[in-house]
């Protein structure tokens, strides 16, 4: 009986840990996380390539997060003109944001983060380590 017990919750375990293959993995490359707003942009990536995106986000949301100092902070895109990715230290990338106020304000973001958008040929998705400036439009 407690071999039958066994082999029941070695194949429990194992279904329940099969299942967990998604988690915490990147999207599907042909689908984008739909975001509250739709935020048209242009974004350049490292090797100077240029993309005209609308439903921009950063992993589906319409905010920018990153680290400023010690603190962790949230900057709405409504408040952002341009993002210019700057250089790499760690596993962060250095960026600064220029606001629609004219202030500019910079940050640290994860490089690994996801950033999605819908171009006229499909879907997109780019690292934080690969962009190197996001263009806000009117």
């Not at 962790?72 to 952002?80: L, N, Q, S």
């Amino acid at each position: 009986m407690n071999r039958f017990l066994a082999s029941i919750l070695v194949l429990i375990s194992f279904l329940f840990l099969m299942g967990m293959g998604e988690l915490g993995g990147t999207a599907p490359a042909n689908k984008v996380p739909a975001p509250e707003k739709n935020f048209a942009v242009r974004v350049t990536d490292r090797e100077g390539i240029q993309t005209s995106l609308s439903q921009f986000s950063q992993e589906g949301k319409v905010f920018i997060t990153g680290k400023r100092g010690g603190a962790t902070v949230t900057v709405p895109f409504e408040k952002v003109s341009q993002m210019q990715i700057q250089s790499a230290e760690g596993n962060e990338v250095q960026v600064k944001l220029t606001l629609r106020t004219q202030d500019s304000l910079d940050i640290k973001v994860d490089k690994r983060a996801k950033f999605y958008g819908k171009a006229d040929f499909g879907t997109f998705q780019i690292e934080g380590k690969d962009l190197k400036t996001v263009l806000f439009l009117p």
